[in-house]
């Protein structure tokens, strides 16, 4: 696929879901990714803060069975070898300008916290900014900045591509961040740490998919 392709396809995703393996309850990491596929999602970030490549070329497989979208966190090169669809970088990793010029037609995704980060990453060829973290996040437990509700509504209207939001958003929350005008939620342990992976990744589909 080009760029272009996978920007169509993210367009119409919903919920982000956001897969480490040391927020799985201990279980198989593989058995909670092809869950949250069967459960609808048409999108999966590998985050593994350990080593970027031991799950990758599994995630491929399964997510191209799916036809979901593969993105890779904070690493081009890896997101590159495995043949994934894009890459998510935070504020210390690559500038969003490098990855763009070594991955031309990957979706590239940037961690922002308020509008500065935003219009900057925009401006260097992200395809989606992240805003966050939203609310307290027990996956950065030491982090004590949120930036609440309201960035979405002061981001958004100054941006030109999609944005997603991320942090401490559960099944009792999400209506909040929905009503301020976020459509591409990014959940880690809300669908991870989930008894029935499969029900919530549907349950939460269908609340966002209500307000579009």
Partial sequence: MNLSERIDLFSRTDIYP??????????PFLEILEAVLAGGARIVQLRDKEDPNRFAADFRRLTDNYNALLIINDSPEAALEIGADGVHLGQEDPPVSEARKRAPDLLIGASTHN???????QKNGASYVNIGPIFPTKTKERLTDFVGCEAIKEVSPYLAIPFTVMGGINTENIEKVLAAGARHIAMITTITQADNVIETTRLLIQKIRSYK
Avoid: K, Y
């Fill in 115 to 121: 509008l500065s980060q935003a219009l900057t990453a």
């Fill in 18 to 27: 956001v897969l480490t393996p040391e927020f799985c309850c201990g279980r």
